[in-house]
């Protein structure tokens, strides 16, 4: 019998017509479908495919066990996590081994600090595996303030709001272009990070890019709460003929 295939389907940022014509025939065809969630919500991938699916399709929901209820950098986080992608991993092959192909949704793309990343690492060597990349949120992003993101020979530098807030404002200090994901309960760390560097004004933040909601403002017009698909952008402004 012929092993199944995994395919990792980068979704893109939350539109159907943003995703490749390959992850959209994927999706349209797969048999089994997986996809992560928060314990008691559908999850976001799920809901981008909503009206794409077959009839007939297996969907495989994989909850994660803790998401923010622990800090991330807490023994149990680490553990919790690892024994949850490894059982995830261990069913995946399980159908891939009865000759099932897989597709497994994956928010944006699926190597850009994506969960899938811990599912690749997994099965690489075990079945066979195949990752089909998607347009990134941040793409969106800055594509909805209606301005290039880099110009000439700008350095772009992709943070997260999680990093200490002295190696934040650093990095903020120091680059040309920027971009600052995982924001959430680090709105506060950010901004002082940003006015450290001194460029407080020259931020943009950006809500639910490509999305129905989606909205742009000055990072300083920004409220006090930042949602899950938030990013903060910062424009270079390099050489150009």
Not at 39 to 52: C, F, N, Q, W, Y
Not at 64 to 88: A, C, G, H, M, N
Request: glycine share 10%; hydrophobic share 40%.
């Amino acid at each position: 019998m012929t092993t199944g295939t995994i395919y990792g389907v980068g979704l893109g940022p939350g539109a159907q017509d943003l995703m490749s014509v390959r992850s959209d025939r994927l999706i349209r065809n797969a048999g089994y479908v997986a996809y992560f969630h928060k314990a008691g919500k559908t999850g976001h991938a799920r809901r981008i495919v909503e009206g794409m699916l077959p009839e007939n399709v297996v969907e495989l929901s994989m909850a994660y066990p803790v998401t923010t209820e622990i800090p991330f950098d807490d023994p149990r986080y680490k553990d919790q996590l690892s024994r949850f992608y490894e059982s995830s991993v261990e069913r995946l092959i399980e159908i891939a081994d009865a000759g099932h192909d897989v597709v497994v949704l994956c928010e944006g793309d699926p190597f850009f600090y994506g969960s899938f990343m811990h599912l690749y690492t997994r099965l690489v060597d075990r079945v066979p595996v195949s990752v089909v990349p998607g347009i990134t949120g941040m793409s969106a992003a800055w594509t909805a303030t209606g301005r290039p993101v880099t110009w000439g020979d700008d350095v772009l530098t992709v943070a997260m709001g999680t990093l200490p807030e002295d190696l934040l404002a650093e990095r903020i200090a120091q680059t040309d272009a920027l971009v600052v994901m995982k924001i959430g309960r680090n709105l506060d760390k950010v901004r002082r990070a940003l006015v450290t560097a001194g460029r407080e004004d020259e931020a943009w933040f950006i809500e639910y890019a490509a999305m129905d909601e989606e909205r742009v403002t000055p990072f300083r017009e920004a409220g006090q709460i930042a949602p899950y698909f938030s990013i903060l952008l910062i424009h270079g402004n390099g050489r150009r003929p």
